[in-house]
């Protein structure tokens, strides 16, 4: 009787082969979930950038977590469909079953998929570029809130003498009593020390704080109202007041007695102008 033919072993060349195949995919796979965590994080630090430089939010980068969410997707699919071909691939060289060449339907799938996923980033970010241009951003607009100390500053369109001097005529024009002002800079040349110009005016009104004192007995270490106009190194002058939510949150005060302090903004922000 002759022998029965045994099925041929796979040669290790090939087997080799398609282990390199097999770990080239998974290359693939991680360096999508590398970028992909990337483009998910690239909102959160454009934000921050804009926080860092002050800058008015004019657009929502919302969108970068879902592109770096589909990549990372894209990159546990390649690792699936690598893991399940290379099963099959080395099971047919066990068995001697030759391969036909064929494109490869992966490789094209994930082509097709980052064409898609880069030419949409491409018009997302196009279309960011255009509305930041198109948000106008006058200096009066622009308001810098300091988070965890309550303190919001507006840039001056003055000097430091000429916003105190506008500030006062409006606090005496709306009949809001000025009660001090602290000239910093001019205590500091008294004994022969230089600062950039500094004044603190203090105001307000017996008639609105008398009730918040009596809702809130701590209030009363923020009251009288104070808002600080003064100017930096570069020769930026700034009007910076605490927040009345701020104050409101730190003495526990009840939400109808807000706008008897709410009015500090609106003061600070017509002696900015």
Do not use: C
């Not at 001090?180 to 110009?197: C, F, I, N, Q």
Request: hydrophobic share 45%; net charge positive; proline share 7%.
């Amino acid at each position: 009787m002759a022998a029965s033919a045994t099925p041929p072993k796979s040669d290790l060349s090939d087997s080799l082969a398609a282990e390199r195949t097999f770990l080239a995919w998974i290359r693939t796979g991680l360096a999508l979930m590398g970028f992909g965590f990337v483009v998910a994080r690239f909102g959160l630090f454009l934000q921050q950038l804009q926080f860092i430089e002050h800058a008015p939010q004019t657009s929502s980068y919302g969108l970068s977590l879902w592109f770096g969410t589909a990549l990372i997707a894209a990159g546990v699919a390649v690792y699936l469909s690598s893991a399940w071909n290379h099963f099959r691939i080395i099971r047919e060289l066990n068995r001697g079953e030759p391969l036909p060449a064929r494109p490869s339907l992966q490789g094209i799938i994930v082509a097709l998929f980052l064409a898609v996923v880069g030419l949409t980033m491409a018009i997302y970010l196009v279309s960011v570029r255009a509305s930041a241009k198109s948000q106008p951003t006058p200096r009066e607009e622009i308001s810098m809130t300091t988070p965890n100390n309550g303190i919001i500053s507006l840039p001056s369109h003055h000097s430091v003498d000429e916003t105190v001097e506008k500030l006062k005529n409006i606090l005496q024009a709306k009949g809001v009593t000025l009660f001090a002002l602290v000239d910093h800079s001019g205590e500091a040349a008294k004994v022969g020390m230089k600062m950039p110009p500094t004044k603190l005016l203090i105001f307000g009104s017996p008639k609105a704080g008398t009730p918040l004192m009596q809702a809130a007995p701590s209030v009363a270490i923020d009251l009288p109202l104070k808002i600080l106009i003064a100017e930096d190194a570069q020769g930026k002058v700034s009007v910076s007041y605490n927040s009345p939510e701020y104050l409101q949150s730190r003495h526990n005060l009840p939400p109808d007695l807000l706008a008897n302090i709410a009015t500090v903004g609106t003061l600070a922000g017509k002696a900015a102008e």
